[in-house]
């Protein structure tokens, strides 16, 4: 037992050292990767003007599909929010997803809508539809509405997009601000596909839009917000978005475009399956897909992630509710890759099989769980009174720091690409939050992605509600 | 301060050399491991004097810019609305001060501003300050940056001179129209056309490398706001053999309605690539070519769904009794293809005689789903 015991302890020494050094050495050539992309990206984009194309009419036709489930504090500015995109061909899909509060008749009432005689065809499986609606109003033809039974999420978005009319769709968030230019910066990838690469899916950054100032619905002033816990979820979004998904991006491995704002090809998304009802993680879950059915059609293909903020969104501003979103995120991350478990480290798939899966394995799905065994071994080994302190000490620094280095390099880069918290004080708030989200919050969200795996486990299946406080009163 | 002033030093290096030696009786690994700590924190010391200098730097830059901006306001004005002779004076330079006209960075921000200047005017004041920027030799620094090995810069390069007119350069810029940087390449399009008055499409004869999307619509763009004298004759291009120009080419001759080149447009719809008979489709609808009617309805039935809906929309706009009859027998068929069922329902109404009437006729012995698309086609929303 002694002797087990003492191997134990060396394996575990040594499991929890080489993991981290794993860890940090992936997320050091990721940020590298990410910081030589950004660069070449703002240069070509300083020759790019969008204003000659956003009214050009050879841009190709884009449906916007919005599911919208209890939203009636909000929905009417949100509409009208996204009917006023600045883009030429669009139409705008609300698809009621079966709400309980007055959702749909806010919208019947505000937009003049009737039910209208719209024939399709169900490519992809959704539960039904009890009527599609039109505006009464000649300037509302590009708003459509679609009230059917609840689903959830993915159901609504599959339904979203069995009534669409046009080739290449975008899913977002109902209550998502969309920057100015946001549509045809996400379009210009397909635009620009060669005729051996297609580009099946667009990605952009979603930015935070607490205590930013909204006006008719857009940002007009971007402020830092002022509650920590939005403020620390801005820098986790500033690390994913700039330092991870460009990377991914550049090495053609991007596995996730985030569900608040995502532009696909409809073909391929069809052709694929459509969204998944059977995963609270539909967005992670097409992406993959959608790569997979390139793969077997041995197709040459691109996910393209674009760095700009391009969409801005409301965080939880409460520990309830943002525990609600990782326990979420965490469930999906679990299922995505339960379901696609055959391309785990199968070479068959290349980078996807190789490199993509095994990553959000081994360092999103895993970490969480690979610190918190840490963590009890360690309570376990100062228990028993064998805890080797110093190893103990320095590893806690080290990982310390170098949540603090990374947070800062992700500062740097928001900082020396899109400057978007102007204010010095906004800044400095910043990095004080680098040193102190570390301590305050990561345990936390560890804490939640297990409560998250232990959900699964035991067969929770709620999306988790997600409290809005809106923004249209604030200014 | 005194505290500070009065530590003794020896001591302190007693502290560094008892820290040592403590170090040295860690195990390796934990030494490494403070090792690797203490690069971390160096680099996090050093990314927040880059994040605090960069900021510190980006507002003395923009301290600059105004300041210099400020300066020639007065003389821009005076220059373009005032004092024009100013212009011819073989002294102009002297009118600026000889340091912004020799220190690189000054140079670059009067040429910017004159730059700036110019987006914002048209006609003889825009004349002017393309006459200005020349007689500042700042053509000579754009024409420098296209030869820099930094593609941005020598993109930039192309830009100044394109934006400012500068005709004598324009020979030189045909030789990026192949670059293997995509960027080069358009701003080298982008330039030619701006500066060629006479063919501003002569690039579409050298280019080797595929026209996205995206550089189709920027071009098209660009002409949409040239005087319609200046457009060319597209049909010159259709026999390139870059199959990108030949699509595009066709695109432009259904915008710019060159009625002259339908019956070439209908020879290109035998053409064996789908791309270029989906184009050539679509611009016969734009130019409402009639005479295309019978070989729409005869190719039909062996096309692609793509090509097929685009001829039933073509139809709409072109077609008569024979088109009529085609439709009909798509409505009697079971649905394949809502969107060709629903467009054929259109063009049924636009080209039978009474389609109402007998629309409403073979209503009575059809399905309900085809009443749907009826009422879908019929309703101007969807």
């Given at each position: 037992?002694?002797?087990?015991?003492?191997?134990?302890?060396?394996?575990?020494?040594?499991?929890?050292?080489?993991?981290?050094?794993?860890?940090?050495?992936?997320?050091?050539?990721?940020?590298?990767?990410?910081?030589?992309?950004?660069?070449?990206?703002?240069?070509?984009?300083?020759f790019i003007d969008?204003?000659d194309?956003?009214?050009?009419?050879?841009?190709?036709?884009?449906?916007?599909?919005?599911?919208?489930?209890?939203?009636?504090?909000?929905?009417?500015?949100?509409?009208?929010?996204?009917?006023?995109?600045?883009?030429?061909?669009?139409?705008?899909?609300?698809?009621?997803?079966?709400?309980?509060?007055?959702?749909?008749?806010?919208?019947?009432?505000?937009?003049?809508?009737?039910?209208?005689?719209?024939?399709?065809?169900?490519?992809?499986?959704?539960?039904?539809?009890?009527?599609?609606?039109?505006?009464?109003?000649?300037?509302?033809?590009?708003?459509?509405?679609?009230?059917?039974?609840?689903?959830?999420?993915?159901?609504?978005?599959?339904?979203?997009?069995?009534?669409?009319?046009?080739?290449?769709?975008?899913?977002?968030?109902?209550?998502?601000?969309?920057?100015?230019?946001?549509?045809?910066?996400?379009?210009?990838?397909?635009?620009?596909?060669?005729?051996?690469?297609?580009?099946?899916?667009?990605?952009?950054?979603?930015?935070?839009?607490?205590?930013?100032?909204?006006?008719?619905?857009?940002?007009?002033?971007?402020?830092?917000?002022?509650?920590?816990?939005?403020?620390?979820?801005?820098?986790?979004?500033?690390?994913?978005?700039?330092?991870?998904?460009?990377?991914?991006?550049?090495?053609?491995?991007?596995?996730?475009?985030?569900?608040?704002?995502?532009?696909?090809?409809?073909?391929?998304?069809?052709?694929?399956?459509?969204?998944?009802?059977?995963?609270?993680?539909?967005?992670?879950?097409?992406?993959?897909?959608?790569?997979?059915?390139?793969?077997?059609?041995?197709?040459?293909?691109?996910?393209?992630?674009?760095?700009?903020?391009?969409?801005?969104?409301?965080?939880?501003?409460?520990?309830?509710?943002?525990?609600?979103?990782?326990?979420?995120?965490?469930?999906?991350?679990?299922?995505?890759?339960?379901?696609?478990?055959?391309?785990?480290?199968?070479?068959?798939?290349?980078?996807?099989?190789?490199?993509?899966?095994?990553?959000?394995?081994?360092?999103?799905?895993?970490?969480?769980?690979?610190?918190?065994?840490?963590?009890?071994?360690?309570?376990?080994?100062?228990?028993?009174?064998?805890?080797?302190?110093?190893?103990?000490?320095?590893?806690?620094?080290?990982?310390?720091?170098?949540?603090?280095?990374?947070?800062?390099?992700?500062?740097?880069?928001?900082?020396?690409?899109?400057?978007?918290?102007?204010?010095?004080?906004?800044?400095?708030?910043?990095?004080?939050?680098?040193?102190?989200?570390?301590?305050?919050?990561?345990?936390?969200?560890?804490?939640?992605?297990?409560?998250?795996?232990?959900?699964?486990?035991?067969?929770?299946?709620?999306?988790?509600?997600?409290?809005?406080?809106?923004?249209?009163?604030?200014? | 301060?005194?505290?500070?002033?009065?530590?003794?030093?020896?001591?302190?290096?007693?502290?560094?050399?008892?820290?040592?030696?403590?170090?040295?009786?860690?195990?390796?690994?934990?030494?490494?491991?403070?090792?690797?700590?203490?690069?971390?924190?160096?680099?996090?010391?050093?990314?927040?004097?880059?994040?605090?200098?960069?900021?510190?730097?980006?507002?003395?830059?923009?301290?600059?810019?105004?300041?210099?901006?400020?300066?020639?306001?007065?003389?821009?004005?005076?220059?373009?609305?005032?004092?024009?002779?100013?212009?011819?004076?073989?002294?102009?330079?002297?009118?600026?001060?000889?340091?912004?006209?020799?220190?690189?960075?000054?140079?670059?921000?009067?040429?910017?501003?004159?730059?700036?200047?110019?987006?914002?005017?048209?006609?003889?004041?825009?004349?002017?300050?393309?006459?200005?920027?020349?007689?500042?030799?700042?053509?000579?620094?754009?024409?420098?940056?296209?030869?820099?090995?930094?593609?941005?810069?020598?993109a930039?390069?192309m830009r100044?001179l394109a934006l400012?007119?500068?005709?004598?350069?324009?020979?030189?810029l045909?030789?990026f129209l192949?670059?293997?940087?995509?960027i080069l390449r358009m701003e080298a399009r982008i330039a030619i056309m701006k500066l060629s008055?006479?063919?501003p499409?002569?690039f579409?004869?050298?280019?080797?490398?595929?026209?996205?999307?995206?550089d189709?619509?920027n071009i098209?763009a660009m002409?949409?706001?040239?005087?319609?004298?200046?457009?060319?004759?597209?049909?010159?291009?259709?026999?390139?053999?870059?199959?990108?120009?030949?699509?595009?080419?066709?695109?432009?001759?259904?915008?710019?309605?060159?009625?002259?080149?339908?019956?070439?447009?209908?020879?290109?719809?035998?053409?064996?690539?789908?791309?270029?008979?989906?184009?050539?489709?679509?611009?016969?609808?734009?130019?409402?070519?009639?005479?295309?009617?019978?070989?729409?309805?005869?190719?039909?039935?062996?096309?692609?769904?793509?090509?097929?809906?685009?001829?039933?929309?073509?139809?709409?706009?072109?077609?008569?009794?024979?088109?009529?009859?085609?439709?009909?027998?798509?409505?009697?068929?079971?649905?394949?293809?809502?969107?060709?069922?629903?467009?054929?329902?259109?063009?049924?109404?636009?080209?039978?005689?009474?389609?109402?009437?007998?629309?409403?006729?073979?209503?009575?012995?059809?399905?309900?789903?085809?009443?749907?698309?009826?009422?879908?086609?019929?309703?101007?929303?969807?």
């Open positions: 037992m002694g002797l087990f015991f003492y191997y134990f302890t060396k394996f575990a020494d040594h499991f929890i050292l080489i993991y981290s050094a794993l860890l940090f050495g992936t997320y050091l050539i990721l940020s590298i990767i990410s910081a030589l992309d950004i660069v070449n990206y703002m240069r070509r984009n300083s969008y204003r194309l956003l009214t050009a009419p050879s841009t190709p036709s884009i449906s916007i599909i919005a599911p919208a489930y209890n939203e009636s504090k909000t929905i009417v500015e949100n509409a009208r929010s996204l009917m006023n995109i600045h883009y030429v061909n669009f139409e705008v899909i609300i698809v009621n997803d079966g709400s309980k509060d007055d959702t749909l008749q806010l919208m019947i009432d505000a937009y003049d809508l009737e039910p209208a005689p719209i024939s399709f065809e169900q490519k992809l499986h959704c539960k039904p539809i009890r009527a599609v609606y039109k505006s009464r109003i000649p300037s509302m033809s590009r708003l459509t509405v679609v009230d059917k039974v609840n689903g959830g999420k993915a159901d609504a978005l599959n339904a979203g997009i069995n009534v669409s009319k046009h080739g290449i769709f975008a899913a977002i968030d109902v209550d998502c601000i969309l920057e100015y230019e946001s549509l045809l910066k996400m379009v210009k990838p397909f635009m620009e596909e060669v005729e051996d690469e297609k580009v099946i899916a667009v990605g952009g950054v979603v930015r935070i839009a607490n205590s930013c100032e909204v006006k008719d619905g857009k940002i007009i002033k971007v402020n830092l917000p002022k509650a920590l816990i939005p403020r620390i979820q801005v820098l986790e979004y500033i690390r994913a978005f700039l330092l991870g998904r460009m990377a991914w991006s550049r090495l053609n491995g991007l596995i996730l475009i985030s569900g608040a704002f995502g532009m696909f090809d409809k073909k391929i998304a069809i052709a694929s399956g459509g969204y998944n009802h059977e995963t609270v993680g539909e967005d992670m879950e097409l992406v993959i897909r959608m790569r997979r059915y390139m793969e077997e059609a041995k197709k040459k293909y691109k996910v393209v992630y674009l760095p700009d903020p391009l969409c801005w969104t409301e965080a939880p501003d409460s520990l309830k509710i943002l525990g609600k979103q990782r326990n979420r995120w965490t469930r999906g991350t679990a299922e995505t890759l339960w379901i696609h478990k055959k391309l785990l480290f199968n070479p068959k798939y290349k980078f996807l099989g190789m490199v993509s899966m095994p990553f959000w394995f081994l360092f999103e799905w895993l970490a969480p769980i690979v610190e918190t065994t840490a963590f009890l071994y360690l309570v376990m080994m100062a228990f028993l009174g064998i805890l080797n302190v110093e190893l103990f000490i320095t590893l806690f620094i080290l990982i310390y720091s170098f949540a603090i280095l990374y947070s800062t390099a992700a500062i740097l880069f928001e900082e020396l690409s899109f400057h978007q918290y102007k204010k010095k004080r906004d800044i400095f708030r910043l990095l004080g939050t680098a040193f102190i989200e570390p301590i305050l919050i990561h345990p936390l969200t560890v804490y939640y992605a297990i409560r998250g795996n232990l959900d699964l486990l035991t067969g929770v299946k709620n999306w988790g509600e997600m409290k809005r406080r809106g923004f249209a009163g604030k200014k | 301060m005194n505290r500070i002033l009065q530590i003794d030093w020896s001591n302190i290096q007693y502290t560094v050399d008892e820290f040592s030696r403590t170090l040295y009786t860690f195990p390796v690994h934990i030494r490494f491991l403070l090792g690797v700590t203490v690069m971390f924190l160096v680099f996090i010391f050093i990314l927040l004097n880059v994040i605090l200098g960069s900021r510190i730097y980006k507002t003395k830059l923009l301290t600059k810019r105004k300041k210099i901006r400020e300066k020639y306001k007065p003389l821009f004005t005076r220059l373009l609305f005032n004092d024009e002779s100013l212009l011819l004076d073989p002294d102009l330079h002297l009118q600026f001060d000889k340091e912004d006209l020799t220190k690189k960075f000054h140079r670059s921000i009067i040429s910017d501003e004159i730059i700036h200047l110019h987006e914002n005017f048209t006609g003889e004041t825009a004349s002017r300050l393309e006459l200005l920027f020349v007689k500042l030799g700042l053509h000579k620094d754009s024409l420098e940056k296209t030869i820099n090995k930094r593609w941005y810069l020598a930039k390069g100044e400012m007119n500068v005709k004598e350069s324009q020979a030189d045909y030789s192949n670059h293997k940087n995509d008055a006479e063919e499409l002569s579409l004869s050298k280019i080797k490398e595929p026209l996205s999307a995206w189709q619509a098209h002409l949409a706001k040239m005087p319609e004298q200046m457009i060319p004759d597209f049909s010159t291009w259709l026999n390139s053999s870059n199959k990108s120009v030949v699509q595009f080419c066709i695109l432009m001759i259904g915008s710019f309605r060159q009625q002259e080149s339908v019956g070439v447009l209908i020879h290109l719809l035998d053409h064996e690539d789908e791309v270029v008979r989906l184009s050539s489709i679509k611009a016969l609808g734009e130019l409402n070519a009639y005479a295309s009617e019978e070989k729409l309805v005869n190719m039909y039935p062996l096309e692609t769904e793509d090509v097929q809906i685009e001829i039933v929309k073509t139809l709409e706009a072109v077609g008569k009794e024979n088109s009529a009859h085609l439709m009909e027998k798509i409505l009697k068929q079971p649905i394949k293809n809502h969107s060709i069922s629903i467009q054929a329902v259109k063009t049924f109404l636009a080209t039978a005689k009474e389609g109402k009437q007998k629309l409403e006729h073979m209503l009575e012995s059809s399905n309900p789903q085809l009443r749907l698309i009826v009422q879908h086609a019929q309703d101007e929303r969807l």
